[in-house]
Each structure stands twice: as C-alpha cells, then as structure tokens.
C-alpha cells in the first residue's frame, strides 16, 4: 500500500473551553450545528419526509394503488399544456399509465427511501465498528486477514454486486420477504461495512497508543471494556459523520435499483406497507416522458432534494464534531 | 519498484477469482435454470434442455463448472478442450445463440474498428466524461480556492456540493426533460452515434459528478497550499503570481487530486451503464442492463468480471502514478 494515511487522530476532548462552563460533547456539537443554516435546512427536509414516510397513509390524497378507469396520463391542473387530455383537479401531479394518482404514490415512495436509508446503516455501524475494533485492536496476523477480505470487497464493484443479489435471488424466499426489500439490506450491508471497518480500525490505531487508554490497561481494565467504553465513545464522531454520508449512498442505490428494475417488488396490495419505492416510479415514468414527465420529474426531485439534504447534514455534523476539519473537504 | 509492481499485480489474481467465484455462486444459486426462468419465451422441452444443459456444462457438479469457467475443461459433447478465463473466454451468451460473451463486448460490427465495439464505445465516453472532469474541475477548483469567499468562490462550491449529491440519473432526468422534452433542442433516440454532436449529453451527465468532485478537493488542497511557508517565500522572491500559482502551488496541490483519479475512473466505468441505458447508448453498460433483464446468466457473470477487472486496474494504476508524483511516499517493503 501506498496510500499515506492522514493523521486521524480526532483528540475532540482539547476543544472543550476552559474558560467557560463545561458542556458536553453533544452538546456543543449541537449548538454548532443548528448554527450551520444549510444543516437546518437539511434537518428541516430529512424530518419532512420521515414524517411523509410514516403518515403516507393519512396524507396521501388517494389510494396509491387505485386504477382510475380512463384518466390515463392526465397531466397535472397546472401544466395543462403537454397532451391534450385535461387536467382534473383531484390529481395534483396527475395520472400515470394506469390511471393512479402520482402524488399519492410519490408520497408512499417515501417510506421505502426512508427505511432503505436508516437500517442498512444500522448493520453496517454494528458490523463495520466490531470488525474495525477487533482488528485495530487485536493487530497481527487477524487484523492481516480482515483487512485483505476487506480489500477484495472494496475491490468488487458494489453496484454490480447488488445487481447480481438481486437478479439471482429475487425468486428466492428471501428475495420475497417484504417485498424484497431484506434482501436489499442484506445486500447493501455486506458490501457497505468495509468502509466503516476501515475508518474505526484506523482510529482503533491511533487511539491505542493514546495515554489515557494505557493508564486503562494499567489499572487492570478488561480488553473488551478498554475497546467498548474508552476507544469506541472516542471515535464516535468520525462514525456519525461517515454514518451520514452513508445514507444518501443507500437512497441513491435504492433508487438505480429500483429504475433498472431489480430492486423493489412493487406491491399489489394495499395492505402492503411498502408499496412502491422512488426507484420504480421512475422506471415507470421513463416510458411517458413526453406525455407524462411528471411521473418522472416528481420522484427525482425526492431523491435529488433527500440526497442534498443527508448531504448538508453530513457537512454540518463533520463541521460540528471536528472543527478542525472546516472547509477542508 | 519492479517487486512492489509485479506484487500489485499478482493481488490481481485473488481479487478476480474472488469477484468470479462470488458472482457464480450467486448466479448459480438463482432458481431454476437459464432456459426457464424467462416466462414470456417459448419453453424449451425436457430433451433438450437436458443436451442444452449438457453443451454448456451445466450437468456437472459445481466446483467442476467454476474450475471450467475459469481454467477450462472438456466439453462433453464434441470432447474438444475449452480453454476459460485465463484465455479470455467468458463463454456462449444464454440468451443470444451463437455468440460468445466476449465477442458482444468486444468485437465490433463487421467494417469497424475495435472503437466501435460495445466495450470501445463505453471506453470512449468514460473517457470523454474522465477529461471533462479534470479539465473543467481542477480549473474550477483553483479558481474558487484563488479567490476564497468572494462570489465566484460561492458559485463554484455551491455548483460543486449538487454535483457530488445529485445523482447522474436523476440529473439526467432533469436534463432530458428540460432540453429534450421542453425545448426539444437535443434528440434523445439517437441512432447514429458517430457523429459527436450527441455524445455532448452523456458525456456531460457521466462526468458531473467527478467535474464537482474534483473541483472541491482541488479547492480544498489548493487553500491548504496557499498557506505554505514556501508560497509566501516564492512571492518574496519576487516570482509573477502565474508562476507561483502554476509551478509552486499547483504541482503540490495536484497530488491529492490524482488519488481520487482512480476511484473516478471507477466510478465512471460501473456508473455508465445507468446513463448508457437512458441515453440508449451503444455501450457495455446497456449491453449490461439488457442482459439483467433478459436473465442472461453467463453475460451478465462475464461482464461483471470485466468491471471488476477495470476497476482493479484503474486503482492499481493511479497507486503507480501516485509513487511518481509525489517522492514523500515510500514504498513499504
């Protein structure tokens, strides 16, 4: 390997003002980030669609699934101008190829971007950080063999591989579990953890040598607590900042998926909770472009405005738990 | 030098028959077969399936299958020997008789140069897309890192942050609807790609995101430059403020900038096959995305193992480059 590592040592313990009345580390964070207006804004819209996602069922204006018999491809009431078929009112984003209201799916689309944002990340902190520990910490021959696994993953083109998982186990039970979408987590947290592994073992590295954890060891800690009460709340911020930037790769995946057609099964059944996903909206408008650009235009304003959002927040909160790191990046 | 060359490129090995090994295993744990999984094409009967089976291999035990796939084997039938990967055979297409998997990717219409195959065509947009990237985003980079909080410097972080956020898809949405559906200023159903007037659109989608990628990390290493105690020595010297900027400042600043190059190219390799398709570009990409949807096992296997090929390549050479450039790093040894 050639790659110089940067130093990574985040001391964030030296930042805490003498002068003034201690404040924890969360919260100093937290007041620099609200301070930080494109992370409110970002905050402001990730909290939005939370909200769309689990209330999709209250605000949706109609069922996302019911056919409307001969109102296909309306446009919406205020471009009327596309097609010659009139607008009706009740369709605020019109109609798609089989007469369902966009608006109302778009809404539900939400939930599956949502969802496919947050648990995958989830396994991949819980597999990343205990892998990256261990083998930061136990060093040797362990930490050799988990990190060549981790370079032949990293090696592997990760959206090739969620492709295959998709196409060949989509038949499959697990491919059916929710429509499918278990196999998605599945797919995207064995490939995404790396990463995350990586990061913690470097700082696992670095922090190691630090004092305090030798005078830990001094006075007889247990290898298990040094690793989970010393080292682990002291490479807490790089995680949350690499947790955030995680996401909108999720989504973004999420939704290729969805568009070349392998990622969600949409549902039939309104009873399902998942019922479409951004990514198969737009597979489905990609046909009616001309005459219906809003079943396109609709979801990739949600992924695009999302995306942005996760994005700001992810700036913010690095701004926010490492100072030092402002407007390097 | 030489070792740590011939190292990296033996850890090649492991790497594609890792990316093979997993891609069969999980292709070949698909149910069903490849002849019957496809609903809406006439079904095969059991004889002969059972021959077509028995051409292809598929009636042997698995590991026998890799190792054929890889090394080759004996075909059962004709009792010829069939050389695998190691001779560049991704073996026959299940889905388009007669053809080979190499031969749709790489072999180009009858009349044609090698350019003009699937694999020359994605080569030459990935390209197109790489040199746009540098040549407007390193500009871009140094100019906003010149003249750091003024307007422009705003404009070009702004224009930059969307880059990296916005996927190329839901860009591409945007602007072929915009221009194509609106303003009907470009034709979207292009068939003849020769002519490079179309290639604009693609081309300008796939290599956003590296353009603002490379613009914000060519800013950020140029405002960590100008700080340098040997930028101010070379003012004091005397030197014009364009050497200094392109001699002293850029030569440094540019290191960072070529690590990314790697993963970019990357990027721009698997990222294609997204944008080929939208833009039904003659490419690998879609060639790709046809074959996911048409279950073709043994293409999509093959074209896998060639993006992970490139993938590797592009990593390993921006690694080399990178000990040239930059005579701080020492091999490890």
Request: proline residues 4%; hydrophobic residues 50%.
């Amino acid at each position: 390997m050639t790659t110089a590592q940067p130093a990574t040592t985040h001391n964030i313990v030296e930042l805490n003002d003498v002068f003034r009345p201690s404040k924890s580390l969360g919260q100093e964070a937290w007041s620099r980030l609200i301070r930080n207006k494109a992370s409110v804004f970002g905050m402001i819209v990730i909290t939005f669609f939370i909200f769309l996602a689990a209330f999709a069922s209250v605000i949706a204006p109609m069922n996302p699934l019911e056919l409307h018999a001969g109102k296909r491809f309306l446009p919406p009431p205020f471009d009327q101008g596309i097609t010659n078929l009139k607008a009706e009112s009740q369709f605020l984003l019109g109609t798609d190829s089989l007469g369902r209201d966009v608006l109302s799916r778009v809404i539900y689309g939400a939930r599956v971007s949502m969802v496919v944002g947050f648990m995958p990340t989830a396994i991949i902190l819980l597999l990343g950080t205990t892998v990256g520990m261990v083998s930061g910490y136990i060093g040797g021959r362990t930490d050799n063999l988990l990190m060549r696994l981790t370079d032949v993953i990293y090696a592997f083109p990760d959206l090739l591989f969620f492709i295959i998982v998709m196409v060949a186990l989509r038949d499959t039970f697990i491919g059916q579990l929710m429509n499918g979408l278990i196999l998605l987590f599945a797919a995207l947290a064995i490939v995404n953890w790396v990463g995350v592994a990586r990061l913690v073992r470097g700082q696992v590295l670095s922090l190691k040598q630090k004092e305090f954890v030798e005078a830990a060891r001094c006075i007889g800690v247990k290898d298990a607590r040094i690793m989970f009460r010393h080292i682990l709340p002291n490479s807490l911020g790089p995680l949350i900042v690499s947790a955030a930037f995680q996401i909108p790769g999720l989504i973004i995946t999420e939704a290729i998926l969805g568009y070349l057609g392998v990622g969600l099964r949409p549902a039939t059944d309104s009873a399902d909770f998942f019922i479409t996903s951004w990514g198969v909206l737009m597979l489905d408008g990609q046909s009616a472009i001309n005459s219906q650009p809003y079943m396109l235009l609709a979801p990739a304003i949600c992924v695009a405005l999302v995306v942005l959002s996760f994005t700001f927040l992810g700036d913010g909160l690095r701004d926010a738990l490492d100072p030092r790191m402002r407007g390097t990046q | 030098m030489v070792t740590y060359l011939i190292r990296r490129l033996f850890w090649l090995i492991p790497v594609l028959v890792t990316v093979s090994a997993v891609t069969f295993i999980i292709m070949h744990s698909a149910p069903g077969g490849p002849w019957d999984t496809d609903g809406e094409r006439r079904q095969v009967d059991a004889a002969t399936e059972k021959s077509l089976a028995a051409y292809y291999g598929l009636d042997k035990p698995m590991w026998r299958q890799f190792y054929a796939y890889i090394i080759g084997d004996t075909n059962s039938q004709s009792g010829e020997y069939v050389c695998g990967m190691v001779c560049g055979n991704l073996g026959p297409s299940y889905r388009q008789r007669g053809r080979t998997v190499q031969d749709i990717l790489f072999s180009a219409p009858e009349g044609k140069t090698f350019w003009q195959s699937r694999f020359g065509y994605s080569v030459r947009l990935g390209g197109m897309a790489l040199a746009m990237a540098i040549f407007i985003g390193i500009p871009l980079g140094i100019i906003a890192a010149l003249k750091q909080n003024t307007i422009v410097d705003y404009t070009a972080l702004f224009v930059a942050t969307s880059g990296i956020s916005v996927p190329s898809f839901v860009l591409a949405i945007f602007l072929i609807i915009i221009f194509a559906s609106k303003l009907h200023w470009i034709n979207i159903l292009v068939d003849d790609w020769t002519q490079v007037k179309y290639w604009f659109m693609p081309m300008s989608v796939l290599g956003f995101g590296t353009m603002a990628f490379t613009a914000r990390l060519t800013r950020s290493a140029m405002l960590e430059v100008l700080r340098q105690d040997y930028i101010r020595t070379a003012r004091a010297k005397g030197l014009g403020e364009r050497v200094v900027v392109l001699r002293h400042m850029l030569k440094n600043a540019l290191i960072p900038v070529i690590t990314i190059l790697g993963p970019a190219l990357a990027g721009l390799v698997t990222g294609s096959f997204i944008i080929e398709t939208m833009f039904s570009f003659p490419g690998m990409g879609r060639a790709y995305v046809q074959a996911i949807s048409q279950r073709d096992y043994s293409m999509i296997m093959g074209t896998t193992v060639i993006y992970a090929l490139l993938v590797a390549v592009a990593n390993l050479s921006v690694d080399v480059v990178y000990v040239f450039v930059d005579p701080r790093i020492r091999l490890e040894e």
